[in-house]
């Protein structure tokens, strides 16, 4: 665990991610700027350290709707702009970059940080980048797992000897600058099934979760799957972080959070999916035993201890922000956060 | 209320034909619908490549956006080599998982020997019902015979379609009140 930077006898970690997404307000119809857009994702990051919150993530997706398209450039002014929290990408989509280019980014934004850099490395749930980029649909696994080792191989070794399918030849080639503490923590991202966490076990590294809804179990096979590969392949899964990726909001009421964050993310996922997210399963997300943590501080807090227990896992992110949710919300947010649901989560799963 | 007719072949006349009279009568029953019919020989549509739907351009795109718009989708189908043709099936493929939820769709099919008539039952009914439709169980069957130059010339058939746009609509309304009631229990 420390390899990635986990001390877990301080508890689960707390984090908050955005895909930043940029989308009209659906109560108001209006759109904020792209500028504001930005600002306001780097000050949640710096008010989400002023309340403790562990963890800060932004992610790429090149189509319209979104903003952070160059998701490093604003983690390096997230990391300026910031002193204790752990900074990443959630997640860089490695298939359509070159792992040089992206380890240097990282790099350096950990030495701007001062080792708070990470990396989660996707394959896109979307793909209108593949042709932005120039790259082709139909080597999409492929892509994603010649440039992922590529990409381990550089954070293992500072002179690279590689050559694959989708880049030139590296010859004893240095990549620099290299982390402060020498390599950076490379996390897998995985969507929901077990076929694609044991992907992640395979390669013997970290993976993030990512749950849109349903119940814990479901996804606990995909842990299982995962440390189970590890262990296959010879990898000791008690020394690979696991974290879980999924919506997050809280209000006083389970149901005030509900209604709040409701119209946001049915025509958030409406433009970008083109379908909406349906009643009846949101409404089952208030079950206690379903991941999607949207309720009341104490349902929050309840929700999480249980998928601790589930999952045994070191991290969990929420995302807060999608579909436009007004800035004033989710200061209120991140205040529910510091003052209730983060005390009692460390004090319930922080080792004495 | 949005209806998209769809002709899911390019190959012959007997399903458009079929499609058209359909269109017909439920302009007429139901003159403030928003019906398109879309029949797939006047596009030119890619073979998915598992994209989402939002993502393809061209006439994919909008063939696959107006059927996701729609509230009504009614089918109409050949049957080729004992199935549903690949045309219609690579519409499907297009679409997202639960595309249909909360939609209504009814079915028309036309063959060209009565051996045909499970066909629908059996190999298109799984493929909406997976897709979250709501399915009119009953659909009209019509065969060669019931057809002359691009005319259905039975009024057997004719009444059945008739019949079938009712019921379509008849379970869209009802369905959409029994939602609409549903969802504003919620409270959300």
């Known amino acids: 665990m420390e390899k990635y930077r986990i001390d877990p006898s301080k508890g689960l970690e707390f984090g908050l991610y955005t895909l930043g997404d940029h989308i009209s307000d659906p109560h108001t119809g209006k759109r904020i700027s792209a500028e504001q857009r930005i600002h306001e994702i780097i000050e949640l990051a710096r008010l989400a350290e002023q309340a403790g919150i562990d963890f800060f993530s932004v992610g790429e997706s090149h189509q319209e ?13 997230i990391a300026q702009a910031t002193s204790k929290i752990k900074i990443a990408s ?5 298939s359509t970059l070159d792992p ?68 030139a030849p590296l010859n004893n080639a240095k990549v620099i600058p290299r982390p402060t503490e020498g390599s950076l923590p490379i996390w897998r991202a995985v969507g929901g099934a077990p076929a694609s966490a044991i992907k992640a076990g395979y390669a013997g590294v970290p993976m993030f979760l990512a ?47 509900q209604q709040e964050y409701y119209p946001y993310i049915n025509e958030g996922m ?14 089952q997300g208030a079950d206690p035993r379903d991941v999607m943590n949207i309720g009341s501080p104490q349902q929050i807090i309840e929700k999480i201890l249980y998928q601790h227990e589930v999952f045994g896992h070191q991290r969990y992110i929420g995302q807060m922000d999608f579909g436009g949710v007004p800035f004033e919300k989710l200061k209120k947010n991140i205040e529910l956060i510091g003052t209730e649901i983060l005390p009692a989560i460390k004090k319930h799963t922080a080792k004495k | 209320m949005k209806i998209v007719a769809l002709s899911g072949s390019k190959v012959g006349s007997k399903t458009k034909t079929a499609m058209n009279y359909t269109v017909k009568s439920l302009k007429e029953k139901h003159p403030g619908a928003d019906v398109t019919l879309i029949d797939l020989a006047d596009y030119d549509i890619q073979f998915s490549d598992g994209r989402n739907y939002l993502e393809y351009e061209g006439d994919t795109n909008f063939v696959a956006q107006t059927i996701m718009e729609a509230d009504i989708i009614m089918i109409g189908t050949p049957i080729f080599q004992a199935s549903i043709p690949a045309t219609l099936k690579n519409i499907f493929d297009l679409l997202p998982i639960n595309a249909f939820q909360d939609k209504v769709v009814s079915i028309v099919v036309t063959a060209g020997s009565s051996k045909h008539y499970l066909i629908a039952e059996q ?33 057997d058939v004719l009444f059945r379609i008739d019949r079938l746009i009712e019921d379509t609509i008849l379970l869209a309304e009802t369905y959409r009140k029994i939602r609409e009631e549903k969802e504003s229990a919620y409270g959300f």
Do not use: C
Request: hydrophobic share 40%.
């Open chain 2, 123 to 155: 190999q298109l009914k799984p493929i909406l019902a997976y897709m979250q439709a709501q399915i009119i169980q009953k659909y009209v069957f019509i065969e060669e015979k019931d057809f002359y130059r691009n005319e259905i010339t039975s009024d």
């Open chain 1, 211 to 257: 749950m849109l809804g349903g119940p814990a179990t479901s996804f606990k096979r995909s842990i299982d799957a995962f440390r189970e590969a590890a262990s296959q392949s010879g990898y000791n899964p008690a020394e690979l972080p696991i974290s879980t990726a999924g919506f997050f909001y809280a209000a006083e009421t389970t149901q005030q959070a």
């Open chain 1, 270 to 283: 409406k433009l970008t999916n083109g379908r909406g997210y349906p009643k009846q399963h949101f409404a």
């Open chain 1, 65 to 77: 709707y979104f903003t952070t398209q160059a998701h490093s450039v604003v983690l390096a002014a």
């Open chain 1, 100 to 167: 040089v280019r992206v380890y240097e980014d990282f790099g350096t934004i950990d030495l701007i940080s001062k080792g708070r850099a990470e990396i989660i490395a996707g394959r896109a749930s979307r793909v209108g980048l593949f042709d932005l980029l120039g790259y082709d649909l139909r080597d999409y696994e492929e892509l994603y797992e010649e440039k992922f080792e590529l990409l381990l191989e550089i954070n293992k070794n500072e002179v690279v000897n590689w050559s694959g399918q989708f880049r």
């Open chain 1, 90 to 94: 959630s997640s860089t989509i490695i």
